[in-house]
């Protein structure tokens, strides 16, 4: 599913509002997942899951081309955990 594929869906499930409005409301959606996300916040969508941002320490690792050891710097990345609910749907379906 793509971006387009979203704003089409909310198009045609919500009466009253144009594409270029459903695009927009996505749009600024992203937008809050994002900034929201970039400051370190979590994101807790109740059914859904939690998307997490976790920080990693800097660490030694190896060049894989030339077997040196370097410092992999400090950085935060983002995991994301479904819910309950989310990973019983997927299962019942499958």
């Known amino acids: 599913m793509t971006k387009a594929d979203i704003v089409e869906?909310?198009?045609g499930q919500i009466g009253g509002i144009s594409k270029k409005e459903s695009a927009e409301l996505i749009d600024k959606l992203i937008d809050l997942v994002?900034?929201?996300?970039?400051?370190g916040?979590?994101?807790k969508i109740t059914g859904f899951g939690?998307?997490?941002v976790k920080h990693k320490?800097?660490?030694k690792g190896?060049?894989?081309r030339t077997k040196d050891p370097i410092l992999l710097p400090e950085r935060k990345v983002l995991k994301f955990k479904s819910s309950q609910i989310l990973r019983?749907?997927?299962n019942r379906k499958a």
Do not use: S
């Not at 994002?34 to 400051?39: D, F, I």
């Open 88 to 90: 019983d749907e997927l």
């Open 50 to 52: 939690n998307f997490v």
């Open 57 to 59: 320490n800097q660490r």
């Open 34 to 39: 994002k900034t929201t996300l970039a400051r």
């Open 41 to 43: 916040e979590n994101i």
């Open 9 to 11: 869906y909310v198009y």
């Open 62 to 64: 190896i060049n894989p």
